[in-house]
């Protein structure tokens, strides 16, 4: 049995309307977290559509078993992640969909009672691995790269002015004592950028755990795979929904839904296209849609959530 798994879907509305989630239809919750979401898709497809729910956290995973077991026989959950969509959709025997979801924040549950580490809200082992099967935690990062490797990652993923103070201060701190938990490093942070320089509306230490959950997961790496071939799993004018919290998760999507719904990438002065790339997708969303004032002040953590959304062309193949 898990705790309850703490998370607030954001824009549950806008998703619903952007998907077109209609009775009988079938789509796919690429990251199920609580499955607020999922819900909400389930009772909008109902009776005869079906849902496929994907997590690569166990935890949401097992919340989500519970909580969707009324919609039983019209969904599917599986333990995996959302950058192996051709593999899993192949072996549910699915070759296309009416829409996909893919929500790239964070759950409640994972920075406060997941004990990984995701952030400084109480001290906890410094994990961050969404999937706590695989791949290395965040502690074998802090406490074996070099300064240069870890003044890189925390101004690329981070996007942090004070990256070299930052890694200088890891290094010199883990000679004495390796950094092996949540407040430890959020403090070391906090003293390696000056006082005057903290910011205002976040933690001093928010950017440099922002760079090491995305390092430690590979997120940007798994989007980019997600991304890549997802448009060959929808159906003609089908719906692909993703909600970024960060610029560079942002930045990833518009730009891959620009390249797909512009299709032909000859150079300019070419007099005519030889490539033979058609678009793909017509952008719903010229803008990111955003939560509303309402919404951000009952859960202030999706102040910085941003929906971008695409239809699949019917000329497609």
């Given at each position: 049995m898990v705790m309850r798994y703490l998370h607030i879907p954001v824009m549950v509305k806008e998703v619903i309307d952007y998907l077109d989630c209609l009775p009988g239809k079938t789509y796919v919750d690429a990251t199920l977290g609580g499955g607020g979401h999922a819900q909400s898709i389930l009772q909008a497809i109902g009776p005869d559509g079906f849902l496929i729910g994907i997590d690569q956290d166990p935890d949401a995973v097992a919340y989500a078993r519970q909580s969707l077991r009324e919609f039983e026989s019209n969904s599917e959950i599986v333990h995996d992640n959302f950058a192996n969509l051709a593999e899993i959709l192949s072996r549910l025997h699915t070759s296309r969909v009416d829409g996909i979801l893919l929500d790239l924040g964070l759950s409640l549950y994972q920075l406060k009672g997941s004990g990984r580490g995701f952030s400084f809200m109480q001290d906890e082992p410094l994990d961050m691995r969404m999937n706590p099967e695989e791949g290395e935690p965040a502690e074998a990062l802090v406490n074996t790269l070099s300064e240069k490797e870890l003044a890189s990652l925390i101004a690329r993923y981070g996007e942090e002015r004070w990256a070299r103070r930052i890694a200088r201060s890891i290094v010199q701190v883990r000679r004495h004592k390796p950094i092996?938990?949540?407040?430890?490093?959020?403090?070391?942070?906090?003293?390696?950028?000056?006082?005057?320089?903290?910011?205002?509306?976040?933690?001093?230490?928010?950017?440099?755990?922002?760079?090491?959950?995305?390092?430690?997961?590979?997120?940007?790496?798994?989007?980019?795979?997600?991304?890549?071939?997802?448009?060959?799993?929808?159906?003609?004018?089908?719906?692909?929904?993703?909600?970024?919290?960060?610029?560079?998760?942002?930045?990833?999507?518009?730009?891959?839904?620009?390249?797909?719904?512009?299709?032909?990438?000859?150079?300019?002065?070419?007099?005519?296209?030889?490539?033979?790339?058609?678009?793909?997708?017509?952008?719903?969303?010229?803008?990111?849609?955003?939560?509303?004032?309402?919404?951000?002040?009952?859960?202030?953590?999706?102040?910085?959530?941003?929906?971008?959304?695409?239809?699949?062309?019917?000329?497609?193949?």
């Amino acid at each position: 049995m898990v705790m309850r798994y703490l998370h607030i879907p954001v824009m549950v509305k806008e998703v619903i309307d952007y998907l077109d989630c209609l009775p009988g239809k079938t789509y796919v919750d690429a990251t199920l977290g609580g499955g607020g979401h999922a819900q909400s898709i389930l009772q909008a497809i109902g009776p005869d559509g079906f849902l496929i729910g994907i997590d690569q956290d166990p935890d949401a995973v097992a919340y989500a078993r519970q909580s969707l077991r009324e919609f039983e026989s019209n969904s599917e959950i599986v333990h995996d992640n959302f950058a192996n969509l051709a593999e899993i959709l192949s072996r549910l025997h699915t070759s296309r969909v009416d829409g996909i979801l893919l929500d790239l924040g964070l759950s409640l549950y994972q920075l406060k009672g997941s004990g990984r580490g995701f952030s400084f809200m109480q001290d906890e082992p410094l994990d961050m691995r969404m999937n706590p099967e695989e791949g290395e935690p965040a502690e074998a990062l802090v406490n074996t790269l070099s300064e240069k490797e870890l003044a890189s990652l925390i101004a690329r993923y981070g996007e942090e002015r004070w990256a070299r103070r930052i890694a200088r201060s890891i290094v010199q701190v883990r000679r004495h004592k390796p950094i092996r938990s949540s407040l430890h490093l959020a403090e070391v942070v906090k003293r390696a950028i000056p006082a005057k320089y903290h910011p205002r509306r976040i933690h001093p230490a928010t950017r440099t755990f922002q760079a090491l959950r995305i390092t430690v997961n590979q997120e940007l790496e798994q989007l980019e795979i997600f991304l890549e071939g997802v448009v060959d799993f929808l159906n003609p004018r089908g719906r692909l929904c993703i909600i970024s919290f960060h610029s560079l998760e942002d930045r990833v999507v518009k730009e891959h839904f620009r390249t797909l719904a512009r299709g032909c990438d000859c150079p300019p002065d070419f007099p005519r296209c030889v490539c033979g790339k058609r678009p793909q997708v017509r952008i719903l969303t010229k803008r990111p849609v955003r939560p509303d004032p309402a919404e951000v002040k009952v859960n202030p953590m999706v102040r910085s959530a941003k929906l971008r959304a695409a239809e699949r062309l019917n000329g497609q193949r």
